[in-house]
């Protein structure tokens, strides 16, 4: 895909812009926490190096056409709360996957529902895409239910997917059509 040009999208609560450099030490925050990274194919960052490293990810993805992260920021304090991660997307097909990650202080607010929503709007009527698609362990009721109120159905399970921290995990796929997110 061709470069993503910046973008800035609005709920009620939230700005989901572009990561910046500056946003290091927020994203070291949240993902430091195990029990954000619980169900996660990695573990709990102990470096906030890592922060920099995702942030340099994301910009070689904005300009590839590979993936578009976003900066899940409270519009009230201009906190970085969470991150929404379309990517790996394939142009010829118009489809994605979505990643998304949300600090635990905030879970439960229906941050990521709006943020969910906002940007699969974009995500199909700005970027054309027919496919979206998601994979979580199965034992994240939170994530599932999240999916399947914006429509997602579930498509498959692969046991024994991935080993966190030696710890084998499965992964259920979910995927949502255009002709989906139109009906709801």
């Not at 709990?44 to 910009?59: F, M, N, S």
Request: charged share 25%.
């Amino acid at each position: 895909m061709p470069e993503i040009a910046p973008v800035t999208l609005q709920t009620e609560r939230l700005t989901l812009r572009f990561l910046h450099a500056s946003d290091t030490q927020a994203l070291y925050t949240i993902h430091s926490d195990p029990a954000v990274m619980r169900y996660f194919s990695g573990t709990a960052w102990t470096d906030p190096a890592q922060g920099d490293a995702v942030i340099a990810r994301a910009l070689d993805g904005y300009s590839d056409g590979s993936s578009m992260e976003l900066a899940l920021v409270l519009r009230e304090t201009g906190k970085l709360i969470g991150t929404m991660k379309p990517h790996a997307f394939h142009a010829q097909n118009r489809r994605c996957e979505i990643g998304y990650a949300l600090a635990s202080a905030h879970w439960g607010q229906g941050y990521l529902s709006e943020a969910m929503r906002v940007t699969l709007d974009y995500l199909f009527k700005e970027m054309n895409m027919n496919r979206i698609e998601a994979d979580i362990d199965p034992r994240n009721l939170a994530s599932a239910k999240l999916l399947e109120r914006m429509g997602f159905q579930k498509e498959g399970y692969m046991p024994e997917r991935w080993i966190v921290n030696g710890e084998i995990c499965d992964t259920v796929f979910y995927g949502l059509l255009r002709r989906g997110w139109e009906s709801i």
